[in-house]
């Protein structure tokens, strides 16, 4: 397994998105702290210099593992199950455009909330047909470019649609496609999970991709999550894709990149 950090190359109010601003020099610290690649965190590919950021990386000797969507979301809001049946196809298109800029980076496409919410006036069975629908096309159009997609799980006080890996099994098996897989995140498995070792081995080869943070979304060893029994069960399920870190910046993003990561790689050497 390897490393990676997540980095937005535009401004971001998310908190757990602590690197941002200029984007070659956040890319040589991420380097310098022992990662070996970034989460690539965009609002619209459209609006930013694909090619000049692909290769700002690869330069570093790093890779682009995963592209992160939810800034469609939390800056434009959004989603595929808006009651404005345009915000909704905006939604799908938008995730669309992702597309070649995650086959040219060889990176898995991350969705959060772009997916959305039930909203008051929605009937949940209304919500669900609709996100069914954003993802169904979705993953046709990537598949037709050999491109991965990953819905994360999320706690039920951020949405009430595909909070845990056994919906999103179902989940997955009822849109079909091969390509459409989970990105589990420790933070939101500690909500609500009965169990976030067996989760992940149910979940097995539909891992995607992997986001750690401790219980109260510091950096791990900040909280109270057993890491060497969660890495242990991924472990098992064969998994070698990256551990990204998705945590709270705090006391400085810098010192808990470092921090977690430290810990991450000692619990995984322990392990192997």
Same mark, same amino acid.
């Given at each position: 397994?390897?490393?990676?950090?997540?980095?937005?190359?535009?401004?971001?109010?998310?908190?757990?998105?602590?690197?941002?601003?200029?984007?070659?020099?956040?890319?040589?610290?991420?380097?310098?702290?022992?990662?070996?690649?970034?989460?690539?965190?965009?609002?619209?590919?459209?609006?930013?210099?694909?090619?000049?950021? /692909?290769?700002? #990386?690869?330069? *570093?000797?790093?890779?682009?593992?995963? +592209?992160?969507? $939810? &800034?469609?979301? %939390?800056?434009?809001?959004?989603?595929?199950?808006?009651?404005?049946?345009?915000?909704?196809?905006?939604?799908?298109?938008?995730? /669309?455009?992702? #597309?070649?800029? *995650?086959?040219?980076?060889?990176?898995? +496409?991350?969705? $959060? &909330?772009?997916? %959305?919410?039930?909203?008051?006036?929605?009937?949940?069975?209304?919500?669900?047909?609709?996100?069914?629908?954003?993802?169904?096309?979705?993953?046709? #159009?990537?598949?037709?470019?050999?491109?991965?997609?990953?819905?994360?799980?999320?706690?039920?006080?951020?949405?009430?649609?595909?909070?845990?890996?056994?919906?999103?099994?179902?989940?997955?098996?009822?849109?079909?496609?091969?390509?459409?897989?989970?990105?589990?995140?420790?933070?939101?498995?500690?909500?609500?999970?009965?169990?976030?070792?067996?989760?992940?081995?149910?979940?097995?080869?539909?891992?995607?991709?992997?986001?750690?943070?401790?219980?109260?979304?510091?950096?791990?060893?900040?909280?109270?999550?057993?890491?060497?029994?969660?890495?242990?069960?991924?472990?098992?399920?064969?998994?070698?894709?990256?551990?990204?870190?998705?945590?709270?910046?705090?006391?400085?993003?810098?010192?808990?990149?470092?921090?977690?990561?430290?810990?991450?790689?000692?619990?995984?050497?322990?392990?192997?």
């Amino acid at each position: 397994m390897k490393f990676c950090t997540c980095l937005s190359p535009e401004p971001v109010q998310f908190s757990a998105y602590p690197f941002k601003g200029d984007f070659a020099e956040n890319v040589t610290a991420i380097k310098r702290l022992g990662f070996d690649g970034v989460e690539l965190i965009v609002r619209d590919p459209d609006t930013i210099d694909q090619d000049g950021i /692909i290769q700002t #990386v690869k330069s *570093a000797g790093m890779e682009i593992p995963a +592209i992160g969507t $939810g &800034l469609a979301w %939390g800056e434009e809001g959004l989603s595929f199950t808006d009651p404005n049946s345009e915000i909704r196809e905006k939604a799908i298109e938008r995730l /669309i455009t992702h #597309v070649p800029l *995650a086959q040219k980076a060889g990176a898995v +496409i991350v969705v $959060g &909330l772009l997916r %959305g919410i039930v909203q008051p006036e929605v009937k949940p069975e209304d919500a669900e047909e609709w996100m069914f629908t954003g993802f169904s096309r979705c993953c046709q #159009v990537a598949a037709d470019s050999g491109v991965r997609i990953a819905f994360e799980p999320i706690n039920r006080y951020e949405t009430s649609l595909l909070n845990a890996v056994e919906g999103g099994l179902e989940f997955i098996e009822k849109v079909g496609g091969k390509n459409l897989g989970m990105l589990l995140d420790t933070f939101h498995m500690n909500i609500e999970e009965p169990s976030i070792e067996e989760s992940i081995r149910n979940a097995g080869d539909r891992i995607f991709h992997f986001h750690y943070a401790d219980s109260n979304r510091l950096y791990p060893g900040a909280g109270h999550l057993d890491f060497h029994s969660i890495l242990t069960a991924l472990t098992e399920t064969g998994y070698s894709g990256y551990l990204s870190g998705e945590h709270r910046p705090d006391p400085e993003p810098t010192e808990a990149a470092r921090l977690g990561l430290k810990n991450m790689k000692k619990i995984l050497g322990e392990i192997q």
